[in-house]
């Protein structure tokens, strides 16, 4: 019996001492100017090339910054972020979730949305996240995705466990223009509540992004609240060629208010 405990303190023993070296080792690399290009090379390999990582700095693991993210598809670079930085949990991937505390980004340039890849079989599904404090603190968005060049400010949190049970709180604002959008979304097995607050001018970036031209002037205000499968949707929108279009064409069921404003109720 005192034979098998000795064995078995010293299995624990080594495997600990390993794990601590392992650790070490790990900490040694990620502190060390080599060891950040080596793990800058390293993404780049694995990824094929479409994430690519410079300027790999700070505290490692749990403090990390990065001077500049380039994100790349078949067509070439389709987002460049810089100024980085990331407080983070890694301890809480070992519970299968992402933990950021803070990520704070200082310019975003996105020239267009990526090339979409060959679609797998299979239901959508996410990795449990949660981000306490997110901020960028330039999103330039180009001609290409916005229809003319937009710059914004954004931030917002996010803690997303599925499809279907997250809480989500967004809100940006243009500093070259006029026009303010604000997301808040809380799903559960239970509920689904929800708002979308947003206006721009004329021209502004979501008449490219929706594809469609000639919007004009745009304001929304849309709320969704009650329990699953008895969701109320009432919907306040109102925009030049859309109010036009709508007008020519017969009320849709459940308008309830003036042109432009409309509530849905689930059919029973």
Do not use: C
């Not at 407080?87 to 090339?115: F, K, N, S």
């Not at 306490?132 to 997303?160: E, K, N, T, W, Y």
């Not at 809480?167 to 223009?177: E, M, N, T, V």
Request: proline share 5%; charged share 20%; no cysteine.
């Amino acid at each position: 019996m005192r034979r098998t405990l000795k064995i078995i303190a010293w299995v624990l023993g080594s495997t600990v001492l390993l794990l601590a070296l392992l650790i070490g080792s790990v900490l040694i690399v990620g502190n060390s100017r080599i060891g950040r290009v080596q793990i800058e090379r390293l993404t780049a390999r694995l990824t094929g090339g479409h994430v690519q990582l410079t300027g790999l700095a700070g505290s490692f693991p749990n403090h990390l910054t990065l001077a500049q993210l380039q994100l790349r598809d078949a067509g070439g670079v389709w987002l460049t972020a810089t100024g980085i930085e990331l407080d983070w949990t890694p301890l809480a991937y070992l519970d299968g979730r992402l933990q950021i505390d803070r990520l704070q980004v200082a310019t975003v340039d996105m020239e267009r949305l990526p090339q979409s890849s060959a679609q797998g079989n299979g239901s959508a599904s996410i990795p449990r996240i949660d981000v306490a404090r997110a901020s960028i603190g330039r999103l330039d968005l180009g001609a290409q995705l916005a229809g003319a060049p937009a710059s914004l400010v954004a931030g917002g949190s996010a803690h997303l466990r599925s499809l279907q049970d997250m809480l989500f709180d967004a809100s940006a604002r243009r500093i070259d223009g006029d026009g303010e959008y604000e997301l808040h979304l809380h799903f559960d097995e239970q509920r689904m509540d929800g708002s979308l607050k947003l206006h721009e001018p004329a021209a502004g970036p979501l008449e490219n992004i929706l594809s469609l031209p000639g919007l004009g002037a745009l304001q929304a205000a849309v709320n969704l609240n009650g329990p699953r499968s008895a969701e109320q949707l009432d919907i306040s929108l109102s925009g030049g060629e859309l109010d036009r279009a709508r007008a020519r064409q017969s009320q849709p069921q459940g308008v309830v208010r003036g042109p432009g404003v409309f509530r849905s109720n689930p059919a029973p």
